[in-house]
């Protein structure tokens, strides 16, 4: 059995379609078709039911991807393993929007001139979604809000650095907090997200009550609201947020309580230690 062909099924499936998948791989949707129908017939199953342009799994099929996963894996650690530094390889990533426009561009200068042999491939994603794949070893890693639970044993957190809360406006605004609540459109932070939780917690010990112009779970779509004189709003401060929105005022709210905690999450059992290890090491600018 030919391990890219594996490479090939899980490619459909995390990408959902045939086409998709393709593109992934840098090869022609009739190269994956074949690759996929070789499999088909060399395990004697169907592993993709085709409706329209999508490709769905079938039951036969997920019960193949967790060991699939694990023989693509450890194929890919070999090169891993001859490496003494284990500088060489590839991770899947799975990042939160304002990672990517804020730690990841340093991150990736960083990594190709200290170790240009390793290749990210980078999943945006919400936190709690994030999280999913995770487990579902569907990722190598994610980098998403501290989870508002405890997480099981057999998963590594690092803290990789915190945002505090801030109150952004218009600079036309010079309203204060509780003022500018009662005065201008509020866009909310969305209170069901992991980071929005926070800002929830400020409203609620602060007794500021008020009716949200509307919820958003997009952070640097609310900053360009606030930006563009929409509204106000309560948000995390991270690291890129006045490169997409230059209108804007800034009052930070000093209390450790309210800040949002970045973490990167991992399995305990990886075979991409050395290299998860090493990106940390570049975030904390060792």
């Known amino acids: 059995m030919d391990v890219r062909f594996l490479k090939s099924l899980l490619a ?38 085709r409706i329209g342009h999508s490709a769905k799994p079938t039951e036969n099929c997920m019960r193949l991807v967790p060991r699939a996963r694990k023989i693509v894996q450890e194929i890919q650690a070999l090169k891993t393993d001859l490496d003494p530094l284990g500088l060489t390889g590839e991770l899947r990533i799975g990042a939160i929007s304002t990672v990517l426009t804020g730690l990841i561009p340093p991150l990736m200068k960083k990594l190709m001139a200290q170790a240009p042999d390793v290749k990210l491939s980078i999943i945006p994603g919400t936190s709690a979604s994030l999280y999913e794949r995770l487990m579902a070893e569907e990722l190598d890693a994610v980098v998403v809000v501290n989870p508002p639970f405890d997480v099981p044993k057999m998963v590594k957190k690092v803290t990789l650095y915190t945002e505090p809360l801030a109150f952004i406006k218009p600079k036309s605004v010079s309203l204060t907090i509780k003022e500018a609540m009662q005065a201008v459109p509020y866009i909310q932070y969305d209170p069901h997200s992991w980071g929005g939780r926070l800002v929830t ?54 209390i450790k309580k309210y800040q949002r905690e970045i973490v990167l999450l991992y399995p305990v059992q990886t075979i991409n230690h050395r290299l998860i290890n090493f990106l940390v090491s570049l975030v904390n600018g060792e």
Request: proline share 2%; with cysteine.
């Open 12 to 49: 459909v499936i995390d990408k959902g379609s045939i086409a998709d998948a393709a593109r992934h791989e840098n090869l022609t949707s009739s190269a994956i078709s074949q690759r996929i129908q070789a499999l088909e017939k060399e395990l004697g199953v169907t592993l993709f039911s």
């Open 201 to 254: 917690e400020y409203l609620h010990d602060e007794k500021i009550t008020m009716d949200p112009l509307c919820d958003l779970d997009g952070l640097e779509a609310i900053a360009i609201l606030v930006s563009e004189g929409v509204g106000v709003s309560l948000v995390p401060y991270w690291k890129g947020l006045e490169k997409i929105a230059n209108n804007i005022m800034v009052n930070y709210v000093d």
